[in-house]
């Protein structure tokens, strides 16, 4: 079964990247042409110089380029597209996707910058029979996955509680809060209590993120969590830390090894294990999803899971208090409190 593909957002320029673009349309693109089951139909890009100069990298030819997202999935008819698109725009390309008859669609992380638009386009995913997925490519990062086998496999016991430091919690903490759902039998949580400090602007792909945060949250199955973002330091010395019964297990030790198992009994293992582009691993598996009819780790449901605590981490900074889930509100709040003055960072360019 042959597979055809759109890319919906080029980017500008693949070899200039940073918190204006990282042009990931390319980096979907050497995903999808190193899966052989797997053929290129087409791009749209609303700024046709970047769909043009696309199509030219990948020998698309003319008639493989739109500027209008409905026309591609009409003209191309496209199994499945991938979105690299900047996230305030998200829910509006998955939604037409998905109501244009497309099949598979993998989209960049986060899910949406709001929660309102990040429900909606799973619900509309869901509604329409769409296979969704969001690129938390990550959980395919070799010392992730292998820390996912090591803690089913009881490495640490029975899990307790995990810990996540990231430079953000939006824009970075999604790939954090996702992995932490992955180590941890992807289930909501509870409640989340949350503070933050923003008096620098920091705008990741045209939204707000934090200087430094805290979060805490409990898992529907009684796992405590901890997020540390930005700030002078990272409070733990590696990237995660699973606690558990019988021990800690580290993951990506500053310094050090990509996974560090320490047992209460005096037992523990290192581990540096490799592996190929984890983009790429992750299109692989998506496709194979899409192809078996089966379940991908990057499934929307697990995602919507850490979007939800990210986004309450937020609104417990607006409440001044905890909050229970589900999450009822519609807006980013860290957004709303900047552009309402309730938070007021200062723009170090002017
Ligand atoms: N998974 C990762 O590790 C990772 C890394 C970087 C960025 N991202 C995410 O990828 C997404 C895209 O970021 P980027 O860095 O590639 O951005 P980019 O600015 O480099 O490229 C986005 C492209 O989308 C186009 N575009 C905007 N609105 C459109 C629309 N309505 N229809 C069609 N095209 C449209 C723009 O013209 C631009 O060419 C963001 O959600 C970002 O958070 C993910």
Not at 107 to 135: H, M, Y
Not at 324 to 331: A, F, M, N, R, S
Request: some cysteine.
């Amino acid at each position: 079964m042959t597979v055809t593909v759109a890319v919906i957002g080029a980017g500008a320029d693949p070899d200039t990247v940073g918190p204006e673009g990282f042009s990931m349309g390319y980096r979907h693109a050497e995903a999808i042409q190193s899966i052989d089951e797997c053929t290129l139909v087409g791009v749209a890009d609303i700024v046709e110089e970047n769909a043009v100069a696309f199509a030219d990298a990948y020998d698309l030819g003319d008639e493989a380029v739109f500027t209008d997202v409905a026309e591609l999935v009409d003209e191309r008819s496209p199994d499945m597209v991938t979105v690299a698109v900047p996230p305030h725009v998200h829910a509006d390309v998955v939604i037409e996707c998905a109501r244009g008859g497309v099949e598979a669609i993998h989209c960049e992380k986060p899910i949406a910058a709001t929660w309102a638009d990040s429900r909606l386009l799973c619900q509309e995913a869901a509604r329409f029979g769409v296979q969704l997925t969001f690129n938390h490519q990550r959980r395919f990062k070799p010392s992730w996955e292998l820390a996912q086998e090591l803690l089913a496999d009881g490495a640490v016991g029975d899990i307790e509680r995990v810990e996540t430091y990231a430079t953000n919690l939006y824009d970075w903490g999604t790939h954090c809060l996702d992995a932490l759902g992955f180590f941890t039998d992807d289930v909501p949580a509870d409640w989340v209590l949350a503070g933050l400090d923003y008096r620098t602007e920091n705008v990741w792909f045209g939204v707000h993120n934090e200087n430094h945060a805290t979060v805490s949250w409990e898992y529907e199955n009684g796992i405590h969590g901890h997020a540390f973002t930005g700030g002078p330091w990272n409070p733990l010395d590696c990237r995660h830390r699973i606690c558990g019964s019988e021990g800690e297990l580290r993951v990506d030790v500053t310094d050090g090894p990509g996974i560090d198992v320490r047992r209460y009994d005096g037992d523990g293992s290192t581990h540096d294990p490799e592996g190929a582009d984890a983009i790429q691993l992750a299109m692989a598996e998506v496709v194979t999803a899409y192809r078996t009819d089966g379940t991908s780790r990057l499934a929307a449901t697990n995602a919507l899971n850490g979007t939800e605590i990210i986004f309450a981490a937020y609104e417990s900074v607006r409440q001044r208090g905890r909050v229970e889930l589900p999450l009822e509100i519609e807006d980013h709040p860290l957004e709303t409190m900047v552009s309402e003055g309730t938070l007021t960072p200062v723009d170090t360019d002017d």
